[in-house]
């Protein structure tokens, strides 16, 4: 049976420690270690807390950190874990039972080096989740990025584990700068794995918290973040990945136009003028004609309109799965 280092950052979390127990607890896949990553800046009893329910895990430890954020809270667990995989779990989720049971099974089965699972989203924590027709795919590196560029899977760390030994070879690492991080590492890891699966049975909710940043409708630090992780992946791909790179860039071209709405309108009517998004806006048209950039070039007003009530009423809405 794989080992599953299950890293779990915290900062003024001490509301959700005794759920996120319990739901690791749940797991039906019990060869774990839990790595508790506290930012002992907290203003509440995070700390103590965290204390409270570690004799309650059979395997547990506790790794303080005093600077940095979610990125490098994720970088020291990966460090200090010693399981085969790897799962970076958010505290204010709720994975069901069989995640991690699931998903080891397909790993040892494919031999894979990341899994991916589908989630859906929800302000329950208990919705009524419609079981069809689930199904799993076997891709390459190049297949799963573009599935992740089509948003037919998740980009988000929480939806996936994936083999320690490929962290460790390719120096795999979050960025620490606040936002966004995981944009950034998926690529880059889907970049370096050989076989990644996708398991298309909602089987974690991503808890939709109405004051969450994700959930605000003029977030300048999600849609900033977003453009300077898709720019620098740009960069990333045109160096590392000559081959991929001209479908990368249609996909990272979209996505910034897109993320760009998620910002107020001073915000982004700043990017729509901005000489380095018209470079990359121009360079993409250049190559392909795509009528969703060549409206947002002529009508940037009306695009951000459209884009945010699509987001509002569809790409957020309740119950909503990849």
């Known amino acids: 049976m794989s080992k599953v280092s299950i890293v779990v950052p915290l900062f003024n979390g001490s509301s959700y420690i005794e759920r996120n127990t319990r739901y690791i607890l749940e797991q039906e896949h019990k060869d774990v270690e839990v790595i508790f990553v506290v930012d002992i800046r907290s203003a509440d009893d995070t700390l103590q807390m965290v204390k ?7 395997n547990a430890f506790i790794v303080e950190k005093s600077e940095g954020g979610l990125g490098q809270a994720r970088n020291l667990g990966a460090e200090k874990a010693t399981g085969d ?11 069901l039972p069989k995640y991690l049971s699931t998903l080891v099974n397909l790993q040892k089965q494919h031999n894979a080096d990341v899994v991916v699972a589908n989630c859906i989203r929800s302000r329950m924590l208990d919705p009524v989740i419609k079981h069809g027709k689930n199904s799993v795919k076997v891709m390459n590196s190049h297949e799963a990025m573009i599935e992740r560029g089509e948003n037919r899977i998740p980009v988000t760390a929480w939806s996936m584990i994936m083999k320690r030994d490929v962290l460790v070879k390719n120096d795999m690492r979050f960025m620490s700068e606040g936002y966004c991080e995981d944009i950034d590492f998926t690529y880059r890891l889907f970049s370096v794995s050989d076989v990644i699966v996708y398991c298309s049975e909602p089987l974690y909710v991503y808890v939709q918290n109405p004051n969450s940043m994700c959930s605000d409708e003029n977030s300048n630090e999600r849609g900033s973040a977003e453009i300077r992780n898709y720019t620098r992946l740009i960069d990333h791909m045109r160096e590392n990945e000559p081959t991929f790179f ?17 910002m107020d309108r001073e915000h982004y009517m700043n990017f729509v003028k901005d000489d380095s998004a018209k470079k990359t806006l121009s360079e993409e048209l250049s190559h392909k004609v795509n009528p969703e950039l060549i409206f947002f070039k002529l009508f940037p007003r009306t ?5 945010r009530v699509y987001m509002k009423l569809i790409f957020y809405r309740e119950g909503k799965t990849f």
């Open 52 to 58: 409270n329910v570690l004799p309650r895990h059979p």
């Open 85 to 95: 995989l790897i799962w970076f779990l958010d505290l204010d989720d709720r994975p």
């Open 246 to 262: 001209r479908m990368f860039h249609t996909i990272a071209t979209i996505t910034m136009v897109r993320s760009s709405t998620r």
């Open 303 to 307: 695009y951000r309109a459209l884009a």
